[in-house]
Structures are given as C-alpha cells and as structure tokens.
C-alpha cells in the first residue's frame, strides 16, 4: 500500500511563503516522477511543478520563478516551496507519485492566499 501524506498548507498573506511537504510509504527513487497538482473550486486539477526520476523539473507558467520542486531521498519527501504568493493559488494542492502502470494521490491540503 503507497501512500503519500501532505502537510504544510494553511493560510497566508500575499506575497508570503509556505512550503508543502509529501511523505511517500516507500522510497520515493522508485517513481518515475513526482508532482504537485492543485484544484480551486470550480476549475480542473492542473500540474503545478513535476520532478522526473532523473531529476528534470516542469513548472505551470503561473508559478515559474516563484514555485520550487525539490526531494528529499533520505526522508522519502518531496516538497514544494512556494514564495511570492497570490490569491489566484488559492486551492487544494495534491501531491501525485507516478508509475508507468499507476498513479498514486495525497489527501490534498488546502492553501489559502488572502489579505
């Protein structure tokens, strides 16, 4: 049984910082690739930021230069930092660990950028 468990989200002004953190049950080299996807209300889930077994990053036009993909092999975690927050990342962001055969899902944790 893989599981990925999130922590980190929460409220901020704009302009602030968080970090999201996802712990995987299993050794995190063994996924083709990792990601954070988020979700407002009303909108399609969408890819934020990916990382690729090899180590390549992808980010969301609207996050590049504010948003960082990295992992952690000792702790089985990826993070994602988020610096320079807006309103419009406002959402319930999910942390996502792929296979060729399967895809695996967090619980998601709410992010709220608000003044």
């Known amino acids: 049984q893989v599981q990925l468990v999130e922590s980190g989200g929460g409220l901020v002004q704009p302009g602030g910082s968080l970090r999201l953190s996802c712990a995987a049950s299993?050794?995190?080299?063994?996924?083709?690739?990792m990601g954070w996807y988020r979700q407002a209300p009303g909108k399609q889930r969408e890819l934020v930021a990916g990382?690729?077994?090899?180590?390549?990053?992808n980010y969301a036009d609207s996050v590049k230069g504010r948003f960082t993909i990295s992992r952690d092999y000792a702790k089985n975690t990826v993070y994602l930092q988020m610096d320079s927050l807006k309103p419009e990342d406002t959402a319930v962001y999910y942390c996502?660990?792929?296979?060729?055969?399967?895809?695996?899902w967090g619980q998601g944790t709410q992010v709220t950028v608000s003044s």
């Open positions: 996502n660990a792929h296979t060729y055969s399967t895809d695996y």
């Open positions: 299993r050794i995190i080299f063994s996924f083709n690739a």
């Open positions: 990382i690729t077994s090899g180590g390549r990053t």
